[in-house]
């Protein structure tokens, strides 16, 4: 993997802190156990306690390392002249890569770039990272909801989306999301939406669209946020050509 120039920050570190908070309450909860000589509840908080910090170990290797190496290798299908879209881009972890191996097309970022679900987001965070790892002229940058995306019909030859649809709090909210991205995709492109929660409900709503080339793909350990239990999946859709 190739090495990166920006600062891509965490994704929802009040998960993160979550963990590593309830790693130390378990470990404060095991000391005080053996102080007390109760030897079992001891034992039981050291592992939970472990087993946290070791989630926790997960979810930093992820945000930090994992996504950008499970993204470099989707993106490798790019043959460098496409027009592609990444709903919820964020600080721009899978856009500006995709933006380097671009290097006759274009990438296009939308966001609304909220806080909550990554720290000191913004567009001109973005944007200086887009500088800093040499892209900035094939990038473009959008505020606005994916959920009413302002381009035309069939603008763009990939949409890309990483962690961002789920972000959407109602299912009809979701759907519409995915609506938008079937719309401004052209016949015979492509999309890739990575998400740990709802990609069955991406893929009916895909299917309902009249889509029929849909796979859906587990990333690996290398996308848990925490561990197996906070899997990602990778969904693949080619929309039918005209
Ligand atoms: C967890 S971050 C992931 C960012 C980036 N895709 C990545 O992988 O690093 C989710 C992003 O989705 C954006 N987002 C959430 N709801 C959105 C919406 N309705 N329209 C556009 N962006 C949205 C947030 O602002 C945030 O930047």
């Not at 401004?184 to 929660?197: E, N, S, Y």
């Amino acid at each position: 993997m190739r090495k990166r120039h920006g600062r891509y920050g965490f994704d929802a570190p009040w998960a993160l802190a979550g963990l590593l908070f309830g790693a130390a309450v378990l470990l404060a909860l095991a000391v005080l156990s053996f102080t007390l000589d109760i030897l079992p509840a001891g034992i039981a908080f050291l592992f939970g306690s472990l087993y946290t910090l070791a989630s926790a170990t997960s979810y930093v290797y992820t945000t930090r390392r994992g996504k950008f190496a499970v993204w470099a290798e989707e993106l490798e299908r790019l043959e460098g002249g496409e027009r592609l879209l990444d709903l919820g881009c964020g600080r721009g972890a899978v856009l500006l890569q995709a933006a380097r191996r671009l290097e006759r097309g274009r990438a296009t970022g939308i966001d609304l770039w909220r806080s909550r679900d990554q720290p000191g987001n913004g567009e001109t965070v973005t944007r200086t990272n887009a500088e800093a790892e040499g892209v900035s002229e094939r990038v473009e940058l959008v505020t606005g909801d994916m959920r009413d995306l302002p381009f035309g019909d069939e603008a763009f030859d990939v949409v890309v989306s990483s962690q961002a649809v789920h972000d959407i709090p109602a299912q009809d909210g979701r759907e519409q999301a995915v609506r938008e991205a079937h719309r401004v995709l052209r016949p015979g492109g492509l999309m890739l939406i990575a998400d740990f929660r709802h990609t069955p409900a991406y893929e009916a709503t895909l299917r309902g669209l009249g889509v029929v080339d849909i796979r859906r793909r587990d990333a690996g350990w290398r996308f848990w946020h925490g561990g197996p239990w906070l899997r990602t999946e990778i969904l693949e859709a080619r929309k039918p050509a005209a």
